[in-house]
């Protein structure tokens, strides 16, 4: 029978929703509108060109491969971009581009692309395979460069670059990375390998899920191959295997993993894993597994601080070539501060809404696009309240952070006082100034930069800027 458009996109929009997040769902793909199709291929219209290019970057790959399921593997896809939305006189303007950038994957290579140009069916049964023809399966955006470090997460950084430099060869072997949802666990797991690849082409290197690892396994187990199974692994010099605590129930996956893991650390190869939870904590895997867990190094990642999630949204912005103003930025920052997965998918939602309406992007936008994702404050902090809350912190008489003084304590106290209600206040620095005895601007901008240079050289000073800020930050909700 004959596939009409729109039950092809439907079709296609049906597997989508089971593989991306809501959120991304509905900024993403609900906006798209099939227009037209032309034998095996499917034109769909996207509302302006930054959303082509969003596109393109990052789900051109799951666009093909579904479309190739719904329509066959000849299927194609072009994108028919709004240039002007047009009125009542004239008509839309549009413009048409095929999609391009993606891998050419056959029937056979959609689940589990890891042999490249390889004719056998199954991946891992291949005799006399060549290890240069398994694909790592790394996301290649997920580098070190693009990882911002911070305090929640230096050790754990660190760590995974001594590793990239000298996989195997180091004390840090199995690598776990343990965090909360959002905190960057993949990211970081996955710039490893991609800076491994980029320092010694040679090594194999692989990254897969414990879910994708423990279904192939149950294939396997089904064919009776699993020692087919276990020597493909057995293959792999740089090993990432992705929420391990999923482990909890698969006992006899845990066992080939044991196996595993054993001929990989035996052999001088490296081991990197990651989990929501410490190994101590971990429940349902086996004791003789998280033993060897805790051979190497547990890194944790923690929730970034106020001043690591404005770096991460200023990272992005610079990577992508975007702009937006400095009090948006940290209205994001400050509201957002649960995990980096939410403050990227904030981002994301506001410029995608700005380019939809084709708005400027500014602080009464950002709040009334970014309900879903902020708690908005019930009351807006003052200078009067940060005041005493520093006072009560350093246990400094209010009175005093308004006198001519040289005092060191007294003086750093009305510094760090500046520089919050700078950072948290809508106050012009002539505000700022007039609330500490009548002092002009410029003592307003000299005490914010003391502070921001205090707190790149000395650890406790910059301990207790970063506590403050949490008690702002927490007054204000």
């Known amino acids: 029978m004959t596939k009409t458009l729109d039950t092809v996109w439907n079709s296609c929009l049906e597997i989508i929703k089971d593989i991306v997040e809501w959120q991304h769902f509905k900024t993403w793909f609900e906006p798209i509108r099939p227009v037209e199709l032309k034998t095996n291929i499917l034109v769909i219209q996207v509302p302006s060109q930054f959303f082509y290019e969003y596109l393109e970057e990052h789900y051109v790959n799951l666009l093909a491969k579904t479309l190739r399921r719904v329509l066959g593997k000849d299927a194609q896809l072009e994108y028919r971009i709004m240039v002007d939305s047009g009125n009542h006189k004239n008509k839309p303007l549009t413009m048409d581009i095929p999609a391009h950038g993606y891998k050419t994957y056959s029937n056979n290579e959609m689940d589990f692309p890891l042999v490249i140009n390889n004719p056998v069916k199954n991946p891992f049964v291949i005799p006399g ?133 054993n001929h990989l650390h035996q052999s001088g190869k490296q081991l990197i894993l990651t989990s929501d939870k410490a190994p101590k904590d971990l429940e349902g895997v086996q004791e003789r597994l998280l033993s060897r867990f805790r051979w190497g190094l547990s890194a944790d990642l923690q929730v970034p601080d106020y001043e690591t999630r404005i770096e991460i949204l200023e990272r992005k912005m610079k990577n992508d070539g975007l702009e937006m103003p400095k009090e948006v930025v940290k209205y994001l920052a400050y509201n957002i501060n649960s995990n980096v997965r939410e403050l990227e998918g904030a981002l994301i939602s506001l410029l995608a809404q700005s380019s939809l309406n084709r708005r400027e992007i500014d602080l009464e936008l950002a709040k009334k696009v970014l309900r879903n994702f902020v708690k908005t404050s019930s009351k807006e902090i003052t200078i009067e309240a940060i005041q005493k809350m520093v006072c009560d912190y350093f246990d400094v008489a209010y009175d005093k952070l308004l006198q001519k003084t040289r005092k060191r304590e007294i003086v750093q106290a009305r510094q760090i006082t500046m520089y919050l209600a700078k950072s948290f206040t809508k106050n012009s620095l002539k505000t700022i100034g007039e609330h500490f005895g009548g002092r002009d601007h410029t003592t307003v901008i000299h005490s914010c930069q003391t502070v921001k240079d205090l707190m790149d050289t000395d650890n406790v000073f910059r301990e207790n800027v970063m506590e403050l800020q949490q008690k702002v930050q927490l007054a204000a909700l």
């Open 129 to 261: 395979l060549k290890k240069m023809q398994i694909d790592p399966q790394l996301n290649p955006i997920y580098t070190f460069d693009s990882y911002v470090e911070g305090d929640s997460n230096r050790v754990a950084r660190r760590a995974g670059k001594t590793v990239a430099e000298k996989p195997g060869a180091n004390s840090f072997n199995p690598l776990v990375i343990y965090g909360g949802v959002g905190l960057g666990k993949t990211h970081l797991a996955q710039a490893i390998g991609n800076e491994v690849k980029r320092v010694n082409a040679n090594k194999v290197v692989l990254y897969v899920s414990s879910e994708k690892f423990i279904n192939q396994f149950v294939d396997h187990s089904r064919n009776n191959a699993i020692n087919d199974f276990i020597h493909f692994y057995q293959l792999i010099d740089v090993l990432i295997i992705d929420d391990v605590q999923f482990f909890n129930r698969a006992e006899k996956s845990q066992d080939a993993f044991f196996a595993i893991f």
